[in-house]
């Protein structure tokens, strides 16, 4: 990578995005540090029921078929939302989509357990409960890409974005400790009492911070599923289940911290921005998969562990990657934009539960799994690497009023 001679191109880029008023020093700190806790919050109640299932099967008498379509249903619901919740955050502001989508989500995470209870159709509640939070939760990343395309200027959007990320790392790495702790002591309603409540506190916060909030008008703006814990190639992962819990979501935080500060570094160096975009995929997709096509070809506990652990880690350089190139090209509608690409993502995911589970089912092995996800991200790697650019394409970054 050789530095551009000239910078015209990045310095009118940030000119374009100054129209709207972007956050001070001060303001960047605070909300970095509530949108991570945000989306920490975000999968601490996303990963509830994975860490409940076993235990809700059991109370309940679902069998494994009757548990996946509870656990699948919340793609079913996250891909219906992600382009309106882009659309609402380029217009009103990806904050105020956030609050309230979170106030509602949070709210039915807590009431969970009740709903469970309320006549004997728990499959049907249950059902219907995961794919309301998925409608609700799939708003969250394309109104949080259209709030950071508007508020935080190209050079800083990498390490913010990222740092924000984390929290999905850390949101499941808490939930896994945590949960699993509750359900002995407790029971598994208390892992969505916790994550509920926990989750309408920081709303109320929130709120009580930023009044304006509360006023709509012009503003002066993964899916992830549930990780296999491999028992079925390491039987003694049966009593060290935790280290498949913890041990890549550790990995994968400062991993993600350090891809956004290597990306806004080597941008502030000169460094152009496609370059850096494609740099950051080419770690994420690329040296992610040859780890996992290794995870599928040992026979080791610990290199397992080890593997998995570099593939998640290099895997949260897409932050710094494609989804903030999103708001390279497009501040005034990255919302939109993220939610359309985000849709893909999340039909990926109701897709490859499915196909995951044949594939294990009819060669007996996880190999062939971590073989398809080494080719599907190879070939998004490929289409970046010739079709990605950077330059701004967008011509007004004005919001409408509702």
Not at 63 to 82: D, P, R
Not at 244 to 253: K, Q, S, T
Not at 340 to 366: C, H, K, M, P, R
Request: aromatic fraction near 12%; proline fraction near 3%.
């Amino acid at each position: 990578m050789q530095p551009p001679r000239d910078k015209a191109h990045r310095d009118k880029a940030n000119q374009d995005t100054a129209g709207d008023a972007q956050w001070t020093r001060p303001e960047r700190q605070a909300w970095t540090g509530t949108l991570l806790l945000g989306t920490c919050l975000l999968y601490c109640a996303r990963v509830s029921m994975p860490i409940c299932i076993v235990s809700m099967s059991q109370d309940f008498g679902w069998n494994k078929k009757e548990a996946g379509i509870v656990l699948s249903s919340f793609f079913w619901g996250y891909c219906l939302t992600q382009i309106l919740g882009g659309h609402l955050g380029d217009r009103i502001g990806g904050e105020k989509v956030i609050l309230l989508s979170a106030s509602a989500w949070g709210f039915l995470t807590a009431a969970t357990p009740l709903l469970a209870h309320l006549g004997s159709a728990h499959l049907v509640f249950m059902t219907f409960s995961r794919i309301l939070t998925g409608l609700l939760q799939g708003v969250y990343f394309p109104a949080l890409t259209s709030l950071l395309s508007q508020k935080v200027r190209e050079s800083e959007r990498a390490f913010i974005y990222s740092t924000v990320g984390a929290g999905s790392q850390f949101g499941t790495l808490v939930t896994g400790a945590v949960g699993s702790l509750l359900l002995d002591w407790c029971g598994w309603q208390s892992v969505f009492y916790l994550s509920g409540g926990l989750t309408l506190l920081w709303v109320c916060y929130v709120y009580r911070s930023h009044p304006g909030l509360g006023r709509f008008g012009t503003k002066p703006a993964d899916g992830r599923a549930h990780q296999g814990s491999l028992e079925t190639a390491f039987p003694e992962a049966l009593c060290l289940g935790w280290v498949f819990n913890m041990v890549p979501w550790l990995v994968a935080i400062p991993a993600s911290l350090f891809s956004g500060f290597l990306s806004d570094h080597l941008i502030s160096q000169g460094y152009r921005t496609i370059t850096v975009r494609k740099f950051m995929q080419v770690m994420g997709l690329g040296l992610s998969s040859v780890f996992a096509l290794c995870l599928g070809h040992t026979s080791s506990f610990c290199k397992s562990v080890f593997f998995a652990s570099a593939s998640i880690g290099l895997h949260t350089f897409n932050h710094s990657g494609i989804s903030v190139n999103i708001q390279d090209l497009a501040p005034s509608c990255a919302g939109v934009l993220f939610g359309v690409a985000n849709t893909a993502g999340a039909l990926a995911g109701v897709v490859g539960v499915g196909l995951g589970g044949y594939l294990i089912e009819s060669t007996g092995s996880w190999t062939s799994v971590f073989n398809l996800v080494a080719a599907v991200s190879s070939l998004g790697l490929c289409s970046f690497l010739v079709f990605g650019e950077a330059q701004r394409v967008d011509l007004s970054p004005r919001r409408e009023d509702l």
